[in-house]
């Protein structure tokens, strides 16, 4: 009882009129204030020159987000479809594919504005927005419905003479349902928002590289149908408070390490200056994708996030596709954020109009790259390797009688004074060798499913063949100790080469690294990199000991065993005299003898795909 107390009080505390609007309709004829959580900071006013995009709620043409007075509003699952279909029927400008199903059985589909009919003009960047991939954070869903409302009924048909663009309006459609008011306590809107994660629990900006998951694998397949020039991922952000309405990033960027150089420089160097630009004419503040590395003292310093493949912009790098990870402010009015949105979606247009065949280029550039040694396994930096301006808000410190410590407290007002924040990048903590080809037995069917997934290029065996190469076998591997991602991790740090003849199955794989996802292959397939098949538990088999012996049988085998080796006894002695705690140890010491006989199992720890170097 007085748990449902507590919850009442805190529903009272957030709700308003507004709430018993049903979750799927927006108030089109509501007076209603837009509902905010009163315990976030203010959010500074905001009249940005992007308002003019806005139509009213009398257009034929309105969209959900523009009816609702406060446009704090994103229609749900059904009523978005309802929309689109109306406007395909429309225009012949647009079209809806499906191109996957969701764990309950919806159908994940794309939005697709061109001039060219279902074949597209090869000549013709492509543009590809992902919205909802966590579907709280729905903006980009808003934003690409504007545009394309635009695109097809108001003068902005241009756009499509030299780009096409493709939509995913809602990715993770089953989390995108799970919707209410209490999904995103940090977030100033929409006031009915999708929940994080997926049907299955999973959240899908970790499976880009594990390809777990059937959202993952549809929008993977989308990529490789399509070929887009440009993927850009489209979230809000969790953390403090700052002045940036638009954060966005990008692997390579000023300068830092990127598996795709040359792509990253040219985003860095000619789309960067020109979207900030254009964000800033509309009356946004565009910001770097960056995040506090305290949230208890906000001006301690920043960091990149991390470069890892599993996120969609590390995935991008590694898989050369250019692709941009965009992060929203998320105590900025969902308005505010949409329309900074629909600016950067229009801008991106315009620029691979006049300039993608510059980005082409760059990304054919990096798609011949075959680096012999690949860096691996990122980690912040120690020590700040810069200083960057930041545009921070006014804050102070309060004693909190809940947590019983000075708690932080945002203002909701600009800081006048720009803040000078430590910048701590991130560094590969392992190099790998680039061998010429993997081998991957018949019997691993899902670790090759996965690989074809991502489009790898592979020579599946009609005879068994028997091939000479290196195997790995791990050494002292661990498992960790909680779930992540529906996964019990493994890791290992050292790993010893065997080389041996070794026979493949029909229907094995022998997997080149010289091709354009020559890169992403080795970060899924060597174990020590922390983004492989093994590093996500898929390999559990591999730790697994089978064949055991009675110490009725080792002891007397293991004494005949010195008897007829004098340097292994020697070698016995001596690891007796330097570990007290093995020498007094029966079972230690008789597994020592154990695993020096041709009894022991051969295969444990042996990871089971070959490397041919």
């Known amino acids: 009882m007085r748990h449902a107390l507590l919850f009442a009080a805190v529903a009272a505390l957030v709700s308003s009129p507004a709430m018993s609007q049903s979750p799927g309709r927006p108030p089109v004829l509501s007076n209603i204030a837009p509902w905010d959580q009163p315990f976030l900071p203010p959010a500074p006013a905001w009249d940005g020159a992007s308002k003019a995009l806005l139509r009213d709620a009398s257009d034929p043409w309105v969209t959900p987000f523009e009816a609702d007075r406060g446009h704090d509003f994103s229609p749900n699952y059904v009523d978005t479809r309802a929309w689109f279909d109306r406007l395909d029927a429309a225009s012949d400008l647009i079209r809806i ?38 579907p709280g954070e729905i903006d980009g869903k808003d934003a690409g419905m504007m545009v394309l409302r635009d695109i097809a009924f108001y003068g902005k048909d241009a756009l499509l003479d030299r780009v096409n663009l493709i939509l995913i309006p809602i990715l993770s459609v089953d989390g995108h349902e799970r919707a209410g008011p209490y999904s995103r306590p940090n977030q100033r809107g929409p ?43 489209v979230h809000v952000t969790d953390g403090m408070d700052y002045q940036y309405d638009v954060t966005y990033g990008f692997n390579g960027e000023d300068g830092t390490f990127s598996r795709s150089p040359n792509s990253s420089a040219w985003l860095d160097t000619v789309f960067k200056p020109a979207m900030n630009a254009a964000l800033e004419r509309e009356g946004h503040i565009p910001g770097e994708l960056v995040f506090g590395i305290d949230d208890d003292e906000p001006k301690k310093g920043l960091s990149d996030g991390g470069l890892g493949e599993r996120y969609s912009n590390g995935w991008g790098a590694a898989a050369h596709v250019p692709t941009i990870l965009i992060e929203n402010h998320s105590l900025k009015p969902h308005e505010q954020r949409v329309l ?9 247009m315009r620029l691979l109009a ?35 301006s930041f545009k921070g808000m006014l804050y102070e410190m309060y004693h909190s009688p809940a947590s019983g410590r000075d708690e932080v407290r945002w ?46 290029e592979m020579e599946t065996l009609a005879a068994p063949r028997t091939v000479n190469l290196s195997m790995l076998r791990l050494v002292e591997p661990k498992l960790a100790t909680r779930a992540n991602e529906g996964h019990v991790q493994a890791s290992v740090k050292t790993v010893e080469v065997e080389r041996r003849d070794w026979t493949f199955p029909t229907g094995s794989v022998r997997v080149p690294t010289d091709q354009p996802l020559g ?12 983004e492989s098949f093994f590093a996500w538990g898929l390999f559990p088999e591999v730790m697994s000991r089978v064949e055991y012996i009675e110490a009725y049988a080792i002891a007397p085998l293991a004494e005949k065993m010195m008897a007829a080796d004098p340097a292994l006894k020697a070698e016995f002695e001596a690891k007796l005299a330097a570990e007290p705690a093995f020498a007094a140890d029966p079972q230690a010491r008789l597994a020592w003898f154990y695993e020096r006989t041709p009894f022991y199992d051969d295969r444990y720890l042996l990871y ?6």
Request: proline fraction near 8%; avoid cysteine; aromatic fraction near 8%.
């Open 411 to 456: 203002l909701g007002r600009p800081d006048p004074e720009l803040w000078q924040m430590p910048f701590y990048g991130s560094k590969p903590t392992l190099t790998l060798n680039r061998p010429t080809a993997y081998w991957v037995p018949s019997y691993r069917t899902d670790i090759i499913e996965r690989l074809k997934i991502h489009g790898v």
């Open 519 to 530: 890169d992403v292959v080795v970060l899924l397939l060597e174990p020590q990199s922390s």
């Open 340 to 348: 900074g949105t629909y600016v950067f979606i229009e801008e991106a």
């Open 354 to 388: 006049d300039q993608g065949a510059a980005l082409k280029a760059a990304t054919d550039q990096d798609r011949a790259l075959r680096p012999a040694q690949i860096l691996a396994n990122f980690q912040a930096e120690e020590t700040p390797s810069s200083t960057r």
């Open 97 to 134: 594919e499906q191109f996957g199903v969701s764990p309950e059985g919806r159908p994940i589909y794309a939005v697709i504005a061109s001039k060219d009919g279902a074949a597209f003009d090869p000549a013709k960047p492509v543009l590809m927005i992902q919205a909802g991939i966590h």
């Open 191 to 233: 006031r009915i928002q999708g929940w994080r994660n997926t049907a299955t629990n999973q959240n899908l900006n970790r499976d880009y590289l594990k390809l777990d998951q059937a959202e993952m694998r549809a929008v993977r397949g989308l990529i490789l149908k399509y070929r887009p020039d440009l993927y850009v991922d």
């Open 608 to 613: 089971p795909v070959g490397r041919e170097d």
